[in-house]
């Protein structure tokens, strides 16, 4: 009977069995893989990603808190979650028992995927490199979607140099799902499963 099929099954299935691991293993690729993809595609398990706000004021705001001037991607509207590409590269996969698990552990990545508020603060830095911005690019898209930023409110408020009414914003982003679970993705893992299975048994 040890040298059974249903013995050698038995034995492949085992979840800390070499076909099983190599299962898993290749699971966490696909899914690393497929997640991945969907930065490229802007759109996951048939959910296309919304378009970004423009402009993007959380961007703007990050980068004026780093440098003089805003990058000019801040005012398109594609790729959506690419900035720097952090995101993207710390899609991973981990084993941990008879688990996979894939996803990102950046900080601000579920924000992302469910579109969940975040507060920015608007310190005097930012302010003083806004200022000369709007100076530089004077158009009244610019003034309109940027300017409120900059608002001091009393009389003689901008004689008198008071200080600006926003000290903070609070920016809730449209959800982008990238972390999901798909029937296709399920239907394909267990495709593999039985795949490494099947070599398991063959090898015996």
Do not use: C
């Not at 930065?39 to 996951?44: G, P």
């Not at 959380?58 to 594609?78: E, Q, S, V, W």
């Not at 995101?87 to 028992?97: D, P």
């Not at 009414?165 to 679970?181: G, H, N, S, Y």
Request: aromatic share 8%; charged share 30%.
């Amino acid at each position: 009977m040890s040298d059974s099929p249903i013995q050698n099954l038995k034995t492949a299935l085992d979840y800390s069995s070499p076909s099983f691991r190599r299962a898993q293993k290749r699971i966490g690729a696909m899914m690393v893989d497929r997640t991945v993809g969907s930065f490229r595609a802007q759109a996951r398990g048939g959910i296309a990603w919304p378009d970004r706000r423009v402009p993007n004021i959380a961007g703007i705001l990050t980068d004026l808190m780093r440098r003089p001037k805003p990058k000019d991607h801040r005012f398109y509207t594609r790729p959506a979650l690419i900035d720097n590409g952090t995101l993207m590269r710390t899609i991973v996969s981990e084993i941990s028992g008879r688990a996979v698990t894939f996803g990102s552990r950046q900080e601000y990545a579920s924000r992302m995927q469910r579109g969940e508020p975040t507060t920015i603060v608007v310190t005097s830095v930012v302010q003083r490199r806004l200022i000369k911005f709007l100076s530089r690019y004077p158009g009244k898209f610019y003034r309109t979607e940027l300017g409120w930023l900059l608002k001091r409110s009393g009389k003689g408020a901008v004689k008198d140099n008071k200080p600006f009414d926003v000290t903070e914003v609070t920016i809730t982003p449209k959800a982008r799902p990238f972390v999901m679970f798909t029937d296709t993705d399920r239907a394909d893992a267990m495709k593999i499963i039985g795949e490494e299975v099947l070599k398991a048994v063959r090898s015996r």
